[in-house]
């Protein structure tokens, strides 16, 4: 038999059926082959392989996802995030104060630069690093503060700009010492990705319908 670890900076989901990678460090998905899915599978429920699916599992430890160790040790299971329930968006009826409004728009050009210049590890890493700094505090944002964060969305017509908005967002309310979780999720037939912003039950971001149709793959 041999055990396997996971790569640092590795994460994985199954959705709709089906088993996905995210390499962050490579800023790349990568879907888990059929021939793969009965060896990976045993893999995950018992920490480690048999002798019969080394062979199977080659093109993961090719792709470095998967890490031979001497050590077995349980696999590390797929991310789990509170389930959506309930969206900020469905509950905002406040006009945004001046200078949350201003933080919001800086917040938002930070994000977008950073993202065009840094690997996505590191800014993943940055904002890993500034939630930690910020603590966790239980009391959720107003609603005067997401709605300054959400005018500056359609100011700086950040649609299908998921990853940008909600890095901004998680960055914008750690000012104001709320620490929500950033949330990247895939489904599968046909692929996509997706991320958003939540507060336990509650999507700060997005509507619960969409992101219902995906997969949580990683949270910070």
């Known amino acids: 038999m041999q055990a396997y670890g996971l790569r640092a900076g590795v994460h994985y989901c199954v959705a709709d059926g089906a088993t996905t990678f995210l390499d962050v460090d490579a800023d790349r998905y990568f879907g888990l082959p059929a021939s793969c899915q009965e060896a990976f599978a045993y893999l995950v429920e018992n920490g480690v392989a048999l002798d019969k699916h080394v062979r199977a599992l080659a093109p993961l430890t090719a792709a470095t996802l998967l890490v031979p160790t001497d050590i077995p040790e349980r696999f590390p299971l797929p991310t789990i995030v509170p389930e959506v329930r309930e969206s900020a968006l469905d509950l905002i009826d406040a006009r945004p104060s001046p200078w949350p409004f201003l933080r919001a728009w800086y917040c938002q050009a930070q994000a977008k630069r950073d993202l065009s210049r840094k690997p996505l590890s590191q800014v993943l890493a940055n904002l890993s690093n500034r ?71 509650m999507a700060l971001n997005d509507d619960v319908e969409k992101i219902g149709r995906f997969t949580p793959i990683l949270a910070i």
């Not at 603590?135 to 944002?141: A, H, I, M, S, T």
């Not at 700086?156 to 104001?176: E, G, K």
Request: proline residues 6%.
């Open 131 to 201: 939630k930690t700094g910020t603590g966790q505090n239980k009391v959720p944002p107003s609603s005067k503060i997401l709605a300054a964060f959400l005018e500056t969305s359609i100011v700086t017509q950040t649609h299908d700009q998921c990853l940008r908005r909600s890095i901004a967002m998680v960055n914008y309310l750690a000012h104001y010492t709320c620490s929500p979780l950033f949330v990247i999720g895939v489904r599968n037939n046909p692929f996509e990705a997706h991320a958003w912003v939540q507060y336990d039950g």
